[in-house]
């Protein structure tokens, strides 16, 4: 038997495309719980956005085609990180429009884009969740 068991909390992210175009805005949204069962309410959670070049095929865009490497071939950041205060059901809405990705525009290659979520914990910890949706940089 524990005497004590620490907060703990898990957030995950909903509603975010696999597949994006450079000129779409992208949204998406967050759900934070408590592991025991509570929402996870009115608490700060902090998003950022971060790019990497993928060689992955691009089928849902007829017509693209992957190129060589250019100057966009390390991971880079899109935009500071944004933080909202958790409504009281654990819910928090994110949306980036389109000029988030201006930095990306042109590459040469797909780029491979990845939403990291924190969540700021009573005690002073974080929860943390990362997934990613891929970026046709060309049009197609």
């Known amino acids: 038997m ?4 620490p907060e703990t909390m898990e957030v995950n992210i909903t509603g975010l495309p696999a597949f994006a175009a450079i000129d779409q805005a992208l949204a ?3 759900e934070s719980l408590f592991l025991f069962g509570a929402p996870g309410a009115v608490r700060p959670i902090s998003e950022q956005l971060r790019a990497n070049p993928t060689r992955q095929p691009f089928d849902a865009f007829d017509g693209f085609e ?3 490497l250019d100057d966009n071939y390390q991971q880079q950041a899109l935009r500071d990180s944004q933080t909202l205060q958790i409504s009281e059901a654990g819910l928090a809405d994110f949306e980036f429009i389109a000029s988030a990705f201006e930095y990306i525009a042109n590459s040469e290659l797909p780029q491979r884009v990845t939403v990291g979520v924190e969540l700021e914990e009573v005690p002073g910890r974080v929860t943390r969740q990362k997934e990613s949706v891929f970026v046709a940089t060309q049009s197609s």
Not at 2 to 5: I, P, S
């Open 66 to 68: 992957c190129g060589g």
């Open 2 to 5: 524990e005497d004590f068991v």
């Open 28 to 30: 998406f949204s967050t």
